[in-house]
């Protein structure tokens, strides 16, 4: 009975992931509830298991005793059931505890930024928008990795939400959807024509 509902190993575990894992967002909650499912099934099973036992012992203390059975009075094999019983209480409490701290692992998972880096090369027209497959919530750009600012010329900023990169009233760099807009004029060349810049951008 209680032998069988024995958990060995789980199936599915959370530490088994990769730090930055490459799941869906349906795949990564099935995958979180794994772990709990395999205790729940497991508990619910012990639970049937000690209702089976506990009605075995009433027909069996209306047949054999009168008054009290005490667990010294039992067979080995049914001091053995009981004792699992008690285990099982153990085993619950480890349960609500999990189930706690993968909630707690869930909501460190919804708030961990994303870094997305790469280049682009300027085209020399007004603007250029650099795509991501995704809209970023800041954007830094730099002309070849290491300069911002020459003279009066700048090559890049950081931009945010709402809010673009900009020199005086000049915007540089501005989120949109799906990327980011770059733009060129007189002394702000965030788009300069065969010039490489670098980006980074957190999702």
Not at 46 to 68: H, I, N, Q, S, W
Not at 83 to 104: F, I, V, W
Not at 194 to 201: Q, V
């Amino acid at each position: 009975m209680f032998t069988e509902r024995k958990i060995e190993k789980f199936q599915q575990t959370i530490s088994a992931l990769p730090d930055t894992p490459n799941l869906s967002a349906s795949e990564l909650k099935r995958r979180f509830d794994a772990c709990p499912e395999e205790l729940r099934a497991a508990l619910n099973g012990v639970c049937d298991d000690g209702a089976a036992l506990e009605k075995r012992m009433d027909a069996y203390r209306a047949e054999t005793f009168e008054g009290e059975i005490t667990r010294d009075m039992l067979a080995p094999a049914v001091r053995d059931e009981l004792s699992g019983k008690a285990e099982q209480t153990a085993l619950a409490a480890e349960t609500a505890a999990r189930e706690k701290t993968d909630k707690t692992l869930q909501t460190a998972v919804a708030k961990k930024c994303e870094v997305h880096v790469g280049t682009y090369t300027g085209n020399g027209a007004a603007s250029q928008m650099i795509t991501l497959g995704f809209t970023p919530v800041a954007v830094f750009c730099i002309k070849e990795g290491y300069q911002l600012n020459s003279s009066s010329t700048t090559y890049g900023g950081f931009a945010v939400t709402g809010f673009p990169a900009k020199a005086g009233s000049t915007k540089l760099v501005e989120i949109k959807e799906g990327g980011f807009l770059v733009y060129e004029s007189d002394n702000r060349r965030a788009n300069g024509k065969g010039i490489l810049y670098h980006y980074m951008a957190l999702r």
